[in-house]
């Protein structure tokens, strides 16, 4: 949550950036296009406003799910018998050794959440308050029953050409009418425009509010005042709220007088004068009144009104569909990522087939992923692709590219994989002596790879993320964790394709560096294949709740990538993620 806070924070920036670009068009536009144009102009900002609290899977995961490129046919049949009997033995030279990290959230982020959800409530509060208010008031209307008033209301429905029925209410505290309802709409005028009954002036005032009502733009007022909790922060959102009202108001204004005759228009702004004091003060409404300025604005639209053309229309509907191309490639920059950074959801976009697999019944009570990619027939196995498709950290799985960091920088050579231990107390037993490569990927020795890290900088291994294009290719600032610390991230997806470039050398890296690595996560060798794997524990607040197990194993004629992800609350690890592989590369048939 609160990287959400900050996630939040930071888009009400490019929120602001839209408001001024949407006042921009808007100032250059409203010489050639209708007043409904430039209402609908403000669409665009609430769907702004919107997508931050939407999750980053809606814009990038689900239509790529959607494409020819994934079959769903059916689920493969996972009827075959598994080849071994000890799914846990192609893991039995390697300890899964993990450090715990913390979870406690930074000082800032927490208080701009705790803010942010202040401000909130006391916003929250007026708003509540003015919703009861107007609610009593609705409780104490009648029906109209008018005779006349009822005959000029289904004249009015009849000219505006409105098919579903508005319910009509009277009150006597109710000092300007307007239109609310967010499933069924209602109209409310005030008492005294009964008694004292101008058909003229309540056939504009019917008019007006039907057409609220036709337009939709009830919903609009029930969307405001929550726009307006939400973002109670930000000027600019309610400078775009009153400009969003005024604009609805012409909107509205200018659909009425495309159905009155020219004669009618002076008189039609002579009743919004007459209730340019009675203004309707509560939220979800949509009423004929407004503050002053708005009446300034809706007078001098009255008095330059021009009939619609098919030209301005044709103009008007052009504008909004290059916006609404605009609107849908930016706004998915917006949306809030299942983690605290951003991109943090990828889906290969070069995959010929992919067939999607149950597997629930070996993850059994874990959460998950497992990918696999056959480089002989260039198609995908996968389970759970919404899940194989989220960034997480990789823990000590990054092992594999850091050892190859150390090689590519001369601080390890394949004749001298060799670092002396400090004398510091470790966490484990078997941290506490010299280590070669193959010791340290084999019990996973932190220190080892901080030494590599710390002796090139961030600078570099920023440099060697970005070179070897590694998941979201970012690193925290302290250079010791960035791989526990879930500053940097990769999905199972990404571990699949790594793997295979790391195999190819398509980093085009010394080749016996490669075989250096290579060696180093050797697991297993038999005449069907020789497989290859590093585990990683993701261990938060004491608690495993993130494993891995990836790698690739060759056979004769082929190699399978594969890559393992289990999550749950207490027991995930890198050795459990490696049985479930087993497991899986069982039932799936994949010698190794």
Known sequence: MPDFAVHFFICNIFISIGIGS????????????????????????????????????????????????????GLMDMSAQRLFTDPGSIFTESNDFAVSVSSRTAPIPLFLLILWISGMVVVSF?????????????????????????????????EIKLKKTVPVYSTAFLASPYATGLLKTRIYLPIHLISDLNPAELRFILLHELQHCRQKDTFISFLMPLIGILYWFNPLVWYALRKIQCDREIACDSAVLQLLKHSDHRAYGKTLINFA???????????????????????LNIIHFQQETKIRKLRGRAILTVLTCVFVFSAPVLAFPDSSQYGETYFPEHMDHITVVDLSDIFSNYDGSFVLYDSGKNTWTVYHPHNAAKRISPNSTYKIYDALLGLESGIITPNNTGMVWNGKDQPFHAWESDQTLDSAMKNSVNWYFQSIDSQLGSDSVTSFLQKIQYGNQQISSDIRFYWTDMSL??????????LKKLNENQFHFSPEHIRTVKASILQSASPEGVLYGKTGTGRVDGKNISGWFIGFTETPDNVYYFATNIQNDTSASGSKAAEITASVLSKLEIPY
């Open 277 to 299: 004091e009675k203004i309707s003060r509560f939220p979800y409404t949509a009423g004929i009144s407004g503050n002053r300025s708005q009446m300034e604005y809706r007078i």
């Open 126 to 158: 007026f708003t509540l308050r003015s919703f009861l208010r107007r609610y009593r008031l609705e409780k104490s209307a009648l029906p109209v029953q008018n005779p006349q008033v009822q005959d000029l209301y289904k004249k009015c429905c009849s």
């Open 489 to 498: 991230k990769i999905s199972p997806f990404e571990q699949v394709e790594q």
């Open 22 to 73: 949407i006042s921009m068009v808007r100032h250059l536009l409203k010489k050639h296009v209708s007043a409904r144009i430039l209402y609908y102009l403000w669409f665009f900002v609430l769907g702004l406003m919107a997508v931050p609290f939407l999750p980053a899977d809606i814009f990038l995961l689900l239509p790529k799910l959607s494409s020819d490129r994934l079959s769903q046919t």
